[in-house]
């Protein structure tokens, strides 16, 4: 069983940067592919960001390119979003997630969920 916990959520203004992190324990952190997805209220949960095992492949939303950065830290059972120029849009809640692949997009690809942390960015 592998749990995961989320946090560096929060509310800031559009323009702003955070660093969200996603600390997992129980199992083998160094063989998952993990991911971000954002869930945003009344829409369904969306893909966000992903990572290899290994860090050496990542894949984005085209909605991100450019904006956020996934980084995952073995040693440290962590993987990262840095989340840069937020919007008023980018405001949902953000989970990590253990995944079957990295490559992949639907949130049924999922093994394992985190229980979130929440974005809010005002105008």
């Known amino acids: 069983q592998v749990q995961l916990v989320e946090s560096g959520g929060g509310l800031v203004q559009a323009g702003d940067s955070l660093r969200l992190s996603c600390a997992a324990s129980g199992g083998a952190f160094s063989t998952y592919p993990m991911a971000w997805f954002r869930q945003a209220p009344g829409k369904e949960r969306d893909f966000v960001a992903s990572?290899?095992?290994?860090?050496?492949?990542?894949n984005y939303a085209d909605s991100v390119k450019g904006r956020f950065t996934i980084s995952r830290d073995n040693n440290k059972k962590a993987v990262y979003l840095q989340t840069n120029n937020l919007k008023p849009g980018h405001t949902a809640v953000y989970y990590c997630a253990v995944r079957s692949r990295w490559t992949g997009i639907n949130p049924h690809g999922s093994k394992y969920w985190g229980q979130g942390t929440h974005v809010t960015v005002s105008s």
């Open positions: 990572i290899s095992s290994s860090g050496a492949y990542s």
